[in-house]
């Protein structure tokens, strides 16, 4: 059983990766360069596919297959000294960017995706976006991160209640009311206890 | 570290240790360590259930078995389920009724056998230490995705703070710390659920996307013979698990115990379909995580609101600490009462039994540290194999000895034993033929013990009328 339950345990071979993304105002240009740990002919990436949004690779940007269901493609990096490159146009929705995500994984235990945004807008919050920003120099907001996130989600503006913002004045009224609500009951039981 | 994980952690323990502390003042007797005075009613008592069900081998275990596999592994819960209401119906009101302590105190008067007894004991110790080493592991793999910190330091914390309070409350303390576990981690994962929808863009196009990395994920990874297999470790193991028994004597009646089991269902059924969410919503967002153990902790650090994030992490921490206390409850019991004070100092005194189980549970606390950090499979697959043991050496004389009169001792040892040994020669021979055969070996080590205890109780001399008494109290032989 447990060969059968085993997980996909692949060889950690991403080293590094570094994605930046620049939002102008009709279209949005990824460039993504992936350091393997070793060498290797090409790399296998995979891109979801979003609604309302159209994805235009740059030409040597490997090879682009669709996958089946049409829910994004298949890539076929090619690596030369232990890196990839790949450089594409998103039009359309700009609200979620995808992002190629390699079939390697990276090492957990450290933070070598590097995720920087150009050209998001400077009222936005951006920790509600996915992944959490944070603001860099010269306008980029950044993350770092462990892993290769399979596209970024601009952060809402100001003003506008996102699901995390609701999700987390749930949580919090929750936890009150809980706490509220157990006190009572202890004290009700102690009441009835000692009539 | 985050400071608002810092925050929630922080008070998290400062309230565990609060109740550790407030409860050592109300332990007296070894009932009272190990029964809570049998005062939980039915809904703490279904939230204890079903914390001590939910544990790192789901939160942890299966939500990343769903990220790795997809749907398929969810039929599982209807073993889980099944054997719950086994349980209900079959076992857990007689052993209520009954009243001892652990199961090895049930084996040891329904057959009549102190060496029955003492075999119950050792395989409650062999099997459940197995299962502390997935809880470890499953730490390890938090630490590691979420604090960047050894898994050795992790697994060293979580012994440190769990023993702390097992050793000075028992099961007072742990049941309501449990209940406050488990609407920690219904909260987390039922609130992580639309977060993680709301980013990945919708139910449609986070299916699209799993069918194209993986037909299999929203279809069957998994045939029905492997889901059979996978449910009837489960329920199987449920149906006579020694843990969840223990938490059925702390009950006020056998009523309760009914009930608190459907309240148990109830946590259990939403916690696994926002499981399941999780884990395929995480696969869409980092489709290549190095390992699927770490699809939880990912999540809850790098998706979802610090606080929420927060909750959760704190909540799988919980559920480890839970199920850690629940199972060094039982071992620790299996060793003062079941083995010193049976076969060692029998005339022991219950301050001698209290001492000793408390250091025995430190010392069981230790010993999986070193097996998790071998890391011989992931979390799930050794939740999976510690439950086929559990089934194939405990639901025969539990389950069927409690609803089969002609059980004998005899019959007893040998259907534990022919069990146990069947699983786990299956396990390393027979198993490499599962995927074309579809035996599985709980399946086998099932069967074994079925067929020895019937054959050998049935030419083996009755258990006394005295001991059948309390179990059978409808008729007369």
């Not at chain 1, 460039?31 to 690779?57: K, N």
């Not at chain 2, 609060?18 to 009932?31: C, D, L, P």
């Not at chain 2, 699209?208 to 492997?226: A, C, N, Q, T, V």
């Not at chain 2, 399946?443 to 083996?460: D, H, K, P």
């Amino acid at each position: 059983m447990l060969g059968l339950l085993a997980g996909a345990a692949v060889a950690l071979q991403l080293a590094a990766a570094d994605v930046t993304i620049e939002i102008h105002p009709d279209s949005a240009v990824v460039q993504a360069r992936y350091e393997l740990a070793a060498e290797r002919d090409s790399v296998r990436l995979s891109l979801i596919r979003l609604r309302g949004v159209s994805v235009t690779p740059d030409p040597g940007s490997g090879r682009w297959l669709p996958m089946t269901g049409g829910g994004g493609y298949w890539i076929t990096a090619y690596s030369a000294q232990r890196t990839a490159y790949l450089r594409y146009v998103v039009t359309g929705d700009l609200s979620r960017i995808p992002v190629a995500v390699p079939e390697i994984p990276a090492d957990p235990a450290e933070e070598g995706v590097a995720l920087r945004v150009l050209g998001v807008n400077s009222t936005a919050r951006l920790r509600d976006g996915f992944p959490r920003l944070e603001p860099g120099r010269d306008g980029w907001a950044v993350a770092r991160l462990a892993n290769v996130p399979s596209f970024v989600r601009l952060p809402p503006e100001t003003g506008v209640l996102s699901a995390s913002g609701a999700a987390q004045t749930f949580v919090v009224l929750l936890v009150a009311g809980s706490s509220v609500a157990w006190a009572l009951y202890g004290w009700r039981r102690r009441r009835v206890g000692a009539v | 570290m985050d400071p608002t994980l810092l925050v929630v952690l922080i008070s998290y323990f400062a309230l565990v240790v609060g109740i550790g502390i407030w409860s050592a003042f109300r332990t007296r007797t070894e009932e009272d360590f190990l029964a809570a005075g049998r005062t939980i009613g039915p809904f703490v008592g279904g939230a204890v259930l079903a914390a001590t069900q939910i544990s790192a081998g789901t939160v942890v275990g299966t939500l990343g078995r769903h990220y790795l596999t997809g749907v398929s592994f969810w039929w599982a819960w209807f073993g889980v389920w099944s054997g719950w209401l086994v349980s209900a119906l079959f076992v857990a009101p007689k052993l209520r009724r009954f009243g001892a302590l652990t199961v090895p105190d049930y084996i040891a008067v329904r057959y009549n056998s102190e060496r029955a007894r003492a075999l119950a004991g050792i395989l409650i110790l062999i099997s459940y230490t197995i299962y502390l080493v997935a809880q470890f592991q499953a730490s390890g793999e938090i630490a590691l995705a979420v604090f960047g910190i050894r898994p050795l330091t992790a697994m060293l914390v979580i012994v440190a703070s769990t023993a702390f309070y097992t050793l000075l409350g028992g099961v007072r303390s742990s049941s309501y710390i449990e209940f406050l576990q488990t609407l920690i981690m219904v909260a987390g994962v039922v609130v992580a659920v639309p977060v993680l929808l709301d980013h990945a863009g919708g139910v449609a196009q986070s299916i699209s996307f799993l069918e194209g990395l993986d037909g299999r994920l929203i279809g069957w990874y998994y045939g029905p013979k492997e889901i059979i297999a996978f449910g009837a470790a489960f329920g199987l193991s449920i149906a006579a698990a020694p843990y969840e028994m223990t938490r059925f004597y702390s009950m006020r009646d056998e009523r309760t115990v009914k009930q608190a089991i459907a309240v148990s269902i109830g946590f259990q059924l939403i916690i696994g379909l926002a499981v399941l969410a999780i884990g395929l919503l995480t696969r869409v967002l980092f489709p290549a995580l190095a390992s699927e153990d770490q699809a939880s902790s990912i999540m809850a650090f790098e998706v979802l609101p610090p606080i929420v994030g927060a909750l959760l992490i704190v909540a799988m921490l919980s559920a480890i600490m839970s199920t850690v206390n629940s199972i060094l409850l039982v071992t620790g019991a299996a060793v003062a009462h079941d083995l010193y004070g049976k076969f060692v100092r029998p005339m022991a005194s219950q301050a001698q039994l209290v001492f000793v189980n408390r250091v025995s549970i430190v010392a069981l606390a230790l010993i999986p540290v070193f097996f998790a950090l071998q890391k011989y499979g992931d979390v799930q697959a050794i939740v999976v194999e510690q439950t086929k043991f559990i089934a194939s050496f405990f639901f025969v004389p539990v389950v069927i000895g409690l609803n089969w009169r002609r059980g004998t001792a005899a019959g007893a040892v040998a259907g534990m034993f022919g069990g146990f040994l069947a699983c786990l020669v299956w396990e390393f021979t027979g198993q490499r033929g599962f995927a074309t055969h579809g035996i599985d070996a709980v399946e086998v080590g099932v069967v074994t013990s079925l067929i020895l205890f019937v054959v050998v109780s049935r030419y083996t001399r009755p258990v006394p009328e005295e001991n059948l008494r309390v179990f059978f109290p409808e008729r007369g032989r």
